[in-house]
């Protein structure tokens, strides 16, 4: 299963790739000890990359940590399409949740600094998990710059990488990190008992090759995964029957998805997918969803392919159960609608031999 870590070094500076995510089955259950079904796709990455350096410095990106503009309107029409924050509070947040863990976990590390920068081809907020790419692949640098990678267990990363979103007050899961993390195909299971005993889900990595020829339809369109998951995490926390017997059920679907799967029964997993974005509507109400999400949706419907969100929007992961002359109608359509659409490419696990061992230990 382990394939070679997509990390490369130039004498002493440590270059790491995460790819972006899509969520198959059962998300958004995973924000509420539900199960889903992801995986990492080969069409999107950020990449972070650490050079020593005497003082510790945090490079913003050129574009997007954007401060210097050409007016008021460049400045203005720049916040309104992609709000006021860029990847470098990321890269903070992962660097002090590194910190504490290995404080509190007697982890040493060693006096020497470090500068780190990001890049990123990931379109921004649009479900494909852009933020937690630049967090899981910060922390992969932190691990190697340390050389502690051996004392962090797999399981324990998605963790550290969601607190550092928590801490800037993102709400989020842990299925896109756990992906990000493992890389490939996992199975989740976020079980309360287990949660709270292990202080994780439990990860089965599945077999790439399952999976029937997938595509990815995306609008560049922004949307705040933390404001549309707001409203349903209140209701679900004050116990509302409606929300915590839907999310339930759309966890299920992640559970008969894995024997679909695994049995290659695609016309069940199609069935599945559908389901699973009808409930999530049904939740969340199209207006917190946006229409322009819902149309990706719609426009794969159409055509009489299976479709749901791979985040919380922004993207849409598309089965076409009748094969290519489905493929060409749906492009045909994507592209009167104006929407990207392409085939999915999905990464192998990329976990090496040390990151192996800790699953072990
Ligand atoms: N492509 C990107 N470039 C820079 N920062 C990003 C990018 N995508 C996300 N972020 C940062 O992550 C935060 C949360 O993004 P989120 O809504 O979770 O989007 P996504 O669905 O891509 O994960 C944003 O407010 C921003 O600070
Ligand atoms: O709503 C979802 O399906 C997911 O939303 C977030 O992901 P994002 O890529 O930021 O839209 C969240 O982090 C995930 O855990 C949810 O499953
Ligand atoms: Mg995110």
Sequence with gaps: MAEESPSSRKSNEIEHKVYARAGLLGNPSDVYYGRTISFSLANFWATVRLQPSHHLVITP????????????DHLVNRLQSEGYYGGVRLLMSICKVFYNYCNENNIELSKENFTLSYDTNIPRQTGLSGSSAIVCAALNCLLDFYKVRHLVKVEIRPDLILSAEKELGIIAGLQDRVAQVYGGLVYMDFNKDHMEKLGHGVYTPMDTSLLPPLQLIYAENPSDSGKVHSTVRKRWLEGDEFIVSSMAEVADLALQGQTAILEKDYSKLADLMNRNFDL???????????SLNIEMVEVARRVGAASKFTGSGGAVVVFCPDGPPQVKLLEDACKEAGFVIQPLKVVPSYLNEDDLKTLLG
């Design 280 to 290: 999530r509507r049904s939740m969340f109400g199209d207006d917190a969803l946006g």
């Design 61 to 72: 990106h050129p574009t997007h940590d954007l401060v210097q503009f050409s007016g008021l």
